[in-house]
């Protein structure tokens, strides 16, 4: 008699206790799915703010680049103005050097460009 009533009672504890451990992993689960979902908005999150921190010291740079070029480029417009300035004193020069040696009879060798 015993041994029908622990037949019959066995499997209805198992039965019973497979229903709570079901009914637990599925709560289980429900807890992994939101903190994946937390988790993946953290980490976008994380992402922007990285982001935009990247952003301004591209920003940064960017404009620092610009400037300094904007400097060189102001320096060598400076540089090739002098250049210039002094190629036009020295061909003014040049003519008067010619002059001076013509009229002491001396001919120069032609300057060819």
Known sequence: MIDSIVTIISPLIAIVALYFA???QRHEVDNIDADTIKTLYQTVHDQES???LYKEEQEKCYAKLAKDFADYKATMNAQFA???NENVKLRKWAKKLVVQLEQAGIIPVTYEL
Do not use: E, R
């Open 82 to 84: 002098d250049v210039v």
């Open 50 to 52: 990285n982001y935009k």
């Open 22 to 24: 079901l009914k637990k």
